[in-house]
């Protein structure tokens, strides 16, 4: 598609010749943004700060870096650390938008209902406006911590602890703003960030990139870099009572792979370095919505490899969509790839979180 096809070249070394139209736009969106940064620092747009601590998980760029990995990862530490967290989400590309819902549903928002099925512990609400959300949640659930998912740009709200995640393989693309490149936000943006975590494949040179970006535009006290690596652990099969099946056992069988998301090629490698024998990968349209037909047209792929124990593998995100639509007999032999960021919730929580939040709470903290 068209929009996939920008999406490619927003990523490309250099401004692509395709993309030069584009920069009047870049143009005026960073003028909008400018305005909009100005009216909440002048007071003209009113920010609302909520009486429980918000911590910000959010991105620079479109395209996944991986945010909902490590939404769950955080909601288990501080799960796990006692509190009670909501887990605030817009319910981006659901089927059925809502004003206010627990997110047991996948039409209200695909992202929110896998967090919520992974940390049944927390309380994820999504709604279209967040601040009526969490109003709310907060009347609903009196949380000790609220995570605020995808909220880096989301100025309505007061966020206590502002964490920024860039992808440690494309970085920021071209460096160009949407829609030229992909950056929702000029780098100046980077000085609300208390953390920024260099996500999936990481190596020095990303390190190096970020630590540049952060001394240059991270403002003062500048932001924390660290390093949170993803790794591929085994496959989830749908059946739950079948467990997981390790990398090793995978490298025999034939694997037929699909996906919906915003960087499909991250997921293709992700099942290289797994050792899979990938013999097809279909890739449809980030946020996808899927019908029976895409359904019929993975099962002919696998039906062709019967003889080779063949598996239908997908990411945690489609899986939600496309689960009622796999037919039975199939369903022993479809599964996800598990990747996990190299992030422990808990240890997270008492290293940076409380520490942060600390001097936040006590009003030490700039307002981000």
């Known amino acids: 598609s068209l929009k996939n096809r920008i999406a490619e070249l ?42 429980a601590p918000v911590i910000s998980v959010g991105n620079l760029t479109t395209g996944g870096t991986g945010k909902t990995p490590i939404v769950v990862e955080l909601a288990k530490g501080l799960a796990a650390s ?12 659901a089927a059925e938008p809502v004003p206010y819902a627990r997110a047991l549903d996948p039409r209200h928002g695909d992202e929110a209902y896998l967090i919520q099925s992974q940390v049944p512990e927390a309380i994820v609400v999504v709604g279209v406006n967040r601040v009526y959300t969490l109003q709310q949640a907060l009347q609903d659930y009196h949380p000790d911590l609220v995570l605020l998912d995808d909220g880096f740009q989301y100025l309505p709200l007061h966020r206590h602890l502002n964490i920024l995640l860039i992808d440690g393989e494309r970085l920021l693309g071209n460096g160009r703003l949407l829609p030229a490149g992909p950056l929702r936000e000029p780098l100046s943006a980077l000085a609300r960030a208390d953390l920024v975590l260099v996500t999936k494949q990481v190596d020095t040179e990303a390190m190096q990139a970020v630590n540049d970006w952060v001394e240059q535009y991270g403002g003062n006290p500048k932001p924390t870099v660290l390093p949170v690596p993803f790794q591929p652990q085994g496959v989830r099969l749908m059946l739950a009572e079948q467990g997981e099946l390790s990398l090793e056992s995978l490298n025999s069988r034939a694997v ?44 002919a792929l696998l039906e062709k490899h019967q003889g080779e124990q063949p598996l239908l593998i997908t990411t945690e995100k489609d899986l939600v969509k496309v689960a009622s639509l796999i037919p039975t007999a199939w369903r022993p032999f479809t599964g996800t790839l598990q990747v996990r960021p190299m992030l422990d919730g808990q240890w997270f929580y008492s290293e940076f979180i409380t520490p942060m939040l600390g001097e936040s709470l006590t009003g030490a903290a700039h307002a981000r």
Do not use: C
């Not at 943004?33 to 620092?41: E, I, K």
């Not at 990938?278 to 895409?294: A, E």
């Open 10 to 51: 927003h990523y490309q070394s250099g401004l692509s010749p395709w993309l030069w139209p584009l920069l009047p736009f870049s143009g005026l969106y960073g003028m909008a943004l400018r305005v909009r940064q100005l009216a909440y620092a002048l007071g003209a747009l009113k920010r609302t700060i909520p009486p």
């Open 82 to 93: 006692g509190k009670t967290v909501v887990v605030l989400s817009r319910g981006y590309g």
């Open 256 to 299: 037929v792979a699909f996906s919906g998301i915003a960087n499909p090629e991250r997921f293709e490698q992700d099942l290289q370095a797994a050792g899979v024998r990938l013999i097809r990968h279909v890739r449809f349209p980030d946020h996808h919505v899927y019908s029976p037909q895409d359904v019929n047209r993975l099962i």
